[in-house]
């Protein structure tokens, strides 16, 4: 027993308390000055070299599904880390590729990814490709064929009006397609009301839509439409419904 | 004095350990035999050996503390030849430092080699240059280690090797999620963002040690990253071991 009448293990214990507590308090602020200062470090260019998902499937030894869910976490940090920097997107189809392959029903992955590519990556082909493949390995998936309908009706350069309204059409008789599938189909066949198909569809991202981004993405494209109706500039209008800027959809 | 010796021995026992000899031969193993995945890569060959070289550092150096660092102080009390320790003048935070410091020089001597080892392959293959970023690399990968060993160090001194092993990986892991926790807290509302904001903080923020996209384009990483990283570290095994130390002050042998 000390003079002052504490144990002297309580004391050191109190002391190191004390230690710790000064020195975790340098630690908590080192560790928001790091994080601020230094740049991040890019494990998905890690990624990039990986032959294909489905031999990256036999590494994860059985747990495919969280390493697509952690591929997800990081393409979509990819793409937002590239669409505020350089709108440069070189390994986006294939880190979707990956995940994709890693988990084939991992349906919104091939939607994000999909619109991500062909209206951001500038990409059409392999945007096509990613859908093409969802289609394949979820033949009834009617979100998926409606996404893939809009994606041709966006289609930057020039739309696909006889592949939209076939998707549109398939989408129509699946049972988790959109309400909105068997409206657009007819309107598509019936090639009319060019702005009125896009204005809605934009409409849908905007009202259905979970992603902040892709709303006040979708409000931009509805407001360029109408301001391109109401000024009578109705050419603008066409030329930027075939070469739409952005459009990603995530209709839940 | 009784920490250089502590160290020492602990440090001698653990470079004794065949396990630490099985990692390194394996870690040369797997970094020789990145030569054989080349064609695989598509023209990013010297990017695959240098990415997979430093991270088997990371992982084989991880596995090291798992499988000798959680049983660092739970063996010894098993044993009962702790006591043999204690009854002598030497106080029990030094105990825990000098075992901190031995595990963490035989760690040290692993990242060190298996680096050398990769700058050679890397210099046969004419890529000598990218010298200074993978020693950099392994340098901070040698950090991790030693925060990773401090964080088994206070777990093997209040539990058992099993749940020290879990607990440090545990940690490992949110460890290295601790920036997308920070991520996540941007975009979380009110209460959550702020807890959020201060688990990242808590947390040890390993990707701090990772450069490992920078060496594998060759490009050496900066002073103040170095520095800060190093700083870090201390600090934060510092406050790792300190916490250790109370709790194990606390504990009684009897």
């Given at each position: ?241 075939s070469t739409p800027s952005v459009s990603i959809q995530q209709t839940p | 004095m009784t920490v250089p010796l502590i160290a020492r021995n602990t440090f001698r026992e653990a470079t004794r350990d065949r396990v630490l000899a099985g990692v390194v031969i394996a870690g040369g193993v797997v970094i020789l035999g990145t030569q054989l995945l080349h064609t695989l890569a598509l023209g990013e060959g010297r990017r695959l050996t240098t990415d997979l070289g430093l991270t088997t550092i990371s992982l084989f150096g991880l596995l090291i503390v798992l499988l000798v660092g959680t049983s660092l102080v739970a063996k010894e009390i098993e044993r009962r030849t702790i006591f043999n320790l204690l009854v002598r003048p030497i106080s029990r935070p030094a105990y825990l430092v000098g075992k901190w410091l031995g595990l963490s020089g035989a760690l040290w001597v692993v990242a060190g080699s298996l680096g050398l080892v990769l ?136």
């Amino acid at each position: 027993m000390s003079r002052s009448g504490v144990p002297p293990w309580l004391a050191r214990a109190l002391a190191a308390w004390a230690v710790a507590l000064v020195l975790g308090t340098c630690a908590y602020g080192l560790a928001a000055t790091l994080a601020r200062d230094l740049p991040r470090p890019h494990p998905l260019e890690e990624l990039s070299y990986y032959p294909s998902g489905r031999r990256m499937g036999m590494v994860t030894l059985g747990h495919a599904e969280t390493f697509a869910d952690l591929a997800w976490m990081r393409g979509v940090q990819y793409y937002g880390e590239h669409r505020r920097t350089d709108m440069r997107f070189t390994r986006l189809y294939h880190v979707f590729d990956i995940l994709t392959s890693l988990s084939p029903r991992f349906v919104p992955a091939y939607v994000f990814g999909g619109f991500a590519l062909a209206q951001e990556g500038g990409n059409f082909e392999r945007a096509e490709a990613l859908m093409l493949k969802g289609i394949e390995e979820n033949p009834t998936s009617g979100l998926l064929a409606f996404e893939l309908g809009f994606l041709y009706y966006v289609k930057p350069g020039g739309r696909d009006l006889n592949r939209a309204g076939e998707y549109f059409e398939q989408a129509a008789r699946l049972p988790d397609a959109p309400p909105s599938a068997r409206r657009f189909a007819a309107y598509v066949r019936q090639n009319a009301g060019d702005f009125a198909v896009a204005r809605a569809l934009w409409q849908e991202v905007a009202r259905h839509s979970e992603n902040r981004y892709l709303r006040e993405m979708a409000e931009r494209e509805i407001r360029k439409i109408e301001r391109a109706l109401t000024t009578g500039r109705v050419e603008l209008a066409r030329k930027r419904l075939s070469t739409p800027s952005v459009s990603i959809q995530q209709t839940p | 004095m009784t920490v250089p010796l502590i160290a020492r021995n602990t440090f001698r026992e653990a470079t004794r350990d065949r396990v630490l000899a099985g990692v390194v031969i394996a870690g040369g193993v797997v970094i020789l035999g990145t030569q054989l995945l080349h064609t695989l890569a598509l023209g990013e060959g010297r990017r695959l050996t240098t990415d997979l070289g430093l991270t088997t550092i990371s992982l084989f150096g991880l596995l090291i503390v798992l499988l000798v660092g959680t049983s660092l102080v739970a063996k010894e009390i098993e044993r009962r030849t702790i006591f043999n320790l204690l009854v002598r003048p030497i106080s029990r935070p030094a105990y825990l430092v000098g075992k901190w410091l031995g595990l963490s020089g035989a760690l040290w001597v692993v990242a060190g080699s298996l680096g050398l080892v990769l700058w050679g392959v890397l210099a046969l293959q004419g890529h000598g240059a990218m010298g200074p970023a993978v020693l950099e690399g392994a340098y901070l990968a040698g950090l991790e280690l030693t925060v990773i060993t401090a964080l088994a160090v206070l777990f093997s001194a209040l539990s058992t090797p099993v749940l020290s092993a879990l607990y440090t990986l545990g940690f490992y892991a949110v460890g290295q999620w601790s920036w997308d926790l920070r991520e996540f807290a941007r975009q979380a509302p009110g209460a959550l963002k702020s807890t959020l904001e201060v688990v990242a903080n808590l947390v040890p923020n390993l990707p701090v040690f990772n450069m490992r996209a920078l060496a594998a384009s060759g490009e050496p990483t900066t002073v103040y990253h170095l520095v800060l990283a190093t700083l870090y570290a201390l600090v934060y095994c510092g406050c790792v071991l300190a916490l250790a130390s109370a709790a194990f002050e606390s504990r009684d042998f009897k």
